[in-house]
């Protein structure tokens, strides 16, 4: 072996450039070596560069198979698709040897596609582009499932050049471009390119090594779709499983909620009782309200969310008594919703219940209050039995008293007949609801209600009036006008002197609206000298306490002389220096008991009204002493 030949062992031995390999045929033809020996050292040359080439391609495939390793061990461990993408659009172009390196997906929806991952990229337009099927060479790829290469992308004729497509790849400055489709199966979900900014031509094996890539970065889209779907389908089942044991949790206690409503009417459970139930079982305070609720919550018949609180109509027969409100659960699935609209349900049928034993109550009490009115000599023993079965007690002190609606107008255009039956109706309701709660008795008469209440501790006629006539009203929105009767001390002693009391409670009434004193309650005491017409007491010591005792009892305190001054005063038509003359005494005097007087009897006294009224007094008092003497 000649010493050149020698020379390319040591070329091959250190990578030497190919170049270098023509230098030792140049230096033996210098040194004036034969024709024979620089042809065989010519052989020599062409079989170390082919050793070369062979070299270099092992090591190039050895390189890539390392690549391709590397991503398939990427793959086996994904846990980031994007991680997975970016590694094989960075090692395709390393491999390659190209500027850039990038990856479209498909959009099945928009029907093109779109840029996913570049690398080596600085153009934000390029980064962004969309190609529609069948634009540019990666839109031919994406349509046609086959690899495209271009030496020089903008005199490639067979690619539909558009403006975008174009503009984006003249902003990267793109020349020559390889693309490969990605393939899952016949389906094509994208293309991996490979470009550079200058021209150039790939060979076959870089087509074939960047289409490997293409078919990994497939396989990890695959993956992670199948992974993606996984994770989905066990959230799913879990989110499942979740519902199917709350559901579980809510079925329990709606089961619970319906034994003990169950419960709760068979042993005659009342409303707060369910409110209580409910409670408990929906972890919130629930209660029931009659009033003050929207309409149309109560009209669809189903629980209904208002701000942080629910409501649930509670009905029957198109009539609503009011609703089960929820608070301090803002959130309710449909089950529980279910148990709050039953509970409404079972509400409803306690109050009907509890209504028709009420009208059941109501007749009795009537009934036993028309004996006392009509038949007062019936036996008085089976009286006081039904008075005790009504837990009224007959023999205590008792008020009679007469009321009646007093409308403004006659309002709303409805048949005077049929409104007037109806209020009469209502205000019997809500007398007799009265009557049970005081342990009295109620009954419709003569176009209104009588009741006869009893009186309670410091209480008297009048003052039970007031109450019944306010209480009567706000029941029914209406101004209720309330006559009474003086007490009756034992209506069983003597009952006759029940339809008695009840005459005077209806002159009473008829008083009060000629007065037009509609909506108030009064009994005679308080109506002045008219109440002692239309008393039967005509209690006149009472009338003349109530209007000038004041004043008598000041005299008696203080040895003044008062009551004469006032009827002096009236007798010379309220003129202070005649009522002087009278009494022989200074105006000044007169003027400073006047001043007196008003004190006593307030700044009103001299009105026509209460004037009239204390010279009545003045009289019947005067009359009194007279006889007393």
């Known amino acids: 072996m000649s010493e050149e030949q020698v020379s390319y062992l040591e070329l091959l031995a250190r990578g030497a450039a190919t170049e270098a390999y023509d230098r030792p045929v140049l230096l033996a033809r210098a040194s004036g070596t034969g024709p024979e020996a620089l042809a065989e050292l010519e052989r020599a040359k062409q079989l170390a560069l082919r050793v070369r080439a062979e070299l270099e391609g092992r090591r190039r495939r050895e390189a890539e198979l390392s690549a391709l390793f590397e991503t398939a061990h990427d793959l086996a461990g994904l846990r980031d698709l994007d991680a997975v993408l970016r590694a094989i659009v960075q090692r395709a172009r390393s491999l390659l040897g190209t500027e850039v390196a990038y990856l479209s997906l498909n959009d099945p929806v928009a029907g093109d596609t779109y840029m996913r ?50 503009s984006a790849v003249g902003d990267e400055g793109l020349v020559a471009i390889l693309g490969v489709p990605l393939t899952l199966g016949s389906q094509v979900i994208g293309v991996l390119y490979a470009a550079d900014r200058r021209a150039r031509v790939f060979e076959r094996e870089q087509v074939a090594l960047l289409g490997s890539f293409a078919a990994h970065a497939a396989v990890a889209i695959d993956t992670a779709n199948l992974l993606a779907e996984t994770r989905s389908a066990l959230a799913e089942l879990e989110r499942a499983n979740d519902i199917i044991r709350e559901h579980s949790g809510v079925i329990e206690r709606a089961s619970e909620v319906h034994d003990r409503l169950t419960e709760l009417v068979l042993r005659g459970g009342g409303v707060p009782d369910v409110a209580e139930a409910v409670s408990e079982v929906l972890g919130g305070r629930v209660e029931f309200i009659e009033d003050g609720l929207d309409s149309a919550l109560l009209a669809d018949g189903h629980a209904l969310r208002e701000g942080d609180r629910w409501v649930a109509a509670v009905s029957a027969g198109g009539e609503t008594f009011g609703a089960l409100v929820l608070h ?27 209504r028709s034993a009420g009208e059941a109550e109501q007749r009795v009490r009537g009934e036993l209050l028309d004996d006392l009115l009509d038949a007062p000599d019936r036996d008085r023993r089976r009286l006081r039995e039904r008075a005790a079965r009504l837990r009224t007690d007959v023999d205590a002190p008792h008020v009679v008293l007469a009321a009646r609606i007093d409308r403004a107008g006659a309002g709303g255009g409805a048949d005077p007949g049929v409104r007037e039956s109806a209020d009469r109706q209502r205000l019997w309701s809500a007398a007799s609801h009265l009557a049970a709660t005081r342990r009295g008795l109620a009954s ?14 410091g209480e008297n006629a009048a003052e039970l009036a007031r109450q019944t006539a306010g209480h009567l009203g706000g029941t029914l929105r209406e101004p209720v006008t309330v006559g009474a009767s003086a007490p009756v001390e034992s209506p069983l002693a003597r009952p006759s002197q029940v339809a008695t009391a009840y005459e005077e409670a209806r002159r009473c009434l008829d008083a009060l609206r000629l007065l037009r004193r509609s909506g108030e309650g009064a009994a005679a005491e308080d109506l002045g000298f008219l109440g002692l017409l239309l008393a039967d007491t005509r209690d006149i010591e009472g009338f003349v306490e109530r209007t000038i ?37 200074h105006v000044n005097t007169v003027a400073q008991r006047i001043e007196r007087i008003g004190r006593l009897l307030g700044p009103d006294w001299q009105s026509p009204a209460r004037a009239l009224e204390i010279q009545l007094a003045l009289r019947l008092h005067a009359m009194s002493a007279a006889v007393a003497r």
């Open 549 to 585: 005792g004041q004043v008598v009892a000041y005299d008696l305190r203080r040895g003044t002389d008062l009551v004469r001054t006032m009827d002096a005063y009236f007798a010379s038509g309220m003129s202070p220096a005649r009522t002087k003359d009278d009494l022989h005494v």
């Open 444 to 457: 419709a008469r003569d176009g209104g209600t009588v009741l006869m209440l009893p009186l309670g501790p």
């Open 117 to 166: 991952v570049t690398e080596g990229s600085v153009s934000a337009r390029f980064q962004q582009v969309r190609l529609g099927m069948g634009e540019g060479l990666g839109g031919l790829v994406a349509q046609t499932a086959r690899p495209y290469v271009t030496e020089n992308y903008f005199d490639d004729a067979r690619f539909q050049h558009t403006a975008t497509i174009d």
């Open 328 to 354: 301090g659960q803002p959130e309710l699935d449909p089950v529980d919703q279910r148990t709050l609209e039953r509970a409404a349900l079972v509400t409803s049928l306690l109050l009907l219940a509890r």
